[in-house]
Antibody, heavy 117, light 114 residues
Framework: EEQLVESGGGLVQPGGSLRLSCAAS????????MNWVRQAPGKGLEWVSF????????YYADSVKGRFTISRDNAKNSLYLQMNSLRAEDTAVYYC??????????WGQGTLVTVSS | QSALTQPASVSGSPGQSITISCTGS?????????VSWYQQHPGKAPKLMIY???KRPSGVSNRFSGSKSGNTASLTISGLQAEDEADYHC??????????????FGTGTRVTVL
């Protein structure tokens, strides 16, 4: 079964940092591009970041550019999101999602990030 | 960042058909056949229901169908069932550099089965 499992969420103070992880299983992780998508409480989905399957382009939403860094370790079947300078508006459930050529085909269950003092 | 516009809520009785619209621009919905739809039950992860405007992934009921006209895409659920009650989100690939992104999502629609 194709599966994505996020971890690393939690409560962090404004200005703090957090690193999210996404463990992939059931498919050849290194063959797929990956994304992070977030959902603030009671709100819609917001695309956050994209990374190609190997050394290649990465993209970010303007709302996180310069503060968040996406990366991956294909040997560990893992995707990461390093989040720095966190703000209250970054509070959300963060999902990792497998890219399937302009479609987000497989999603994890999400991990909650709360930015509050 | 401008999200795609969806109605906040749509409702219908069991067995009826409902349609959810998703309006964007020529930089996203109107410019590419890369519109997808996601179903999300409360507290759960989104699930892909439609991709490339009209295609259904394996395992998704044929009661779900997609279409597009100009800058507006639509999701139709026919033979509405209780388990269809959920939030539905559209998404589109975008060439817009206004937010530096690849995907833009809709505002989301709550479907209620009366």
């Amino acid at each position: 079964e194709e599966q994505l499992v996020e971890s690393g969420g939690g409560l962090v103070q404004p200005g703090g940092s957090l690193r999210l992880s996404c463990a992939a299983s059931g498919f050849t992780f290194s063959s797929y591009e990956m994304n992070w998508v977030r959902q603030a409480p009671g709100k819609g989905l917001e695309w956050v970041s994209f990374i190609s399957s190997s050394d290649g382009p990465v993209y970010y939403a303007d709302s996180v550019k310069g503060r968040f860094t996406i990366s991956r370790d294909n040997a560990k079947n893992s995707l990461y999101l390093q989040m720095n300078s966190l703000r209250a508006e970054d509070t959300a459930v963060y999902y990792c999602a497998r890219d399937g050529y302009q479609v987000l085909a497989v999603w994890g269950q999400g991990t909650l990030v709360t930015v509050s003092s | 960042q401008s999200a795609l516009t969806q109605p906040a809520s749509v409702s219908g009785s069991p067995g009826q058909s409902i349609t959810i619209s998703c309006t964007g621009s020529s930089s996203d919905v109107g410019g590419y056949n890369y519109v997808s739809w996601y179903q999300q039950h409360p507290g759960k992860a989104p699930k892909l229901m439609i991709y490339d405007v009209t295609k259904r992934p394996s395992g998704v009921s044929n009661r779900f169908s997609g279409s597009k006209s100009g800058n507006t895409a639509s999701l139709t659920i026919s033979g509405l069932q209780a388990e269809d009650e959920a939030d539905y989100h559209c998404a589109s690939y975008t060439s817009s550099s206004s937010f530096g992104g690849l995907y833009v999502f809709g505002t989301g629609t709550r479907v209620t089965v009366l």
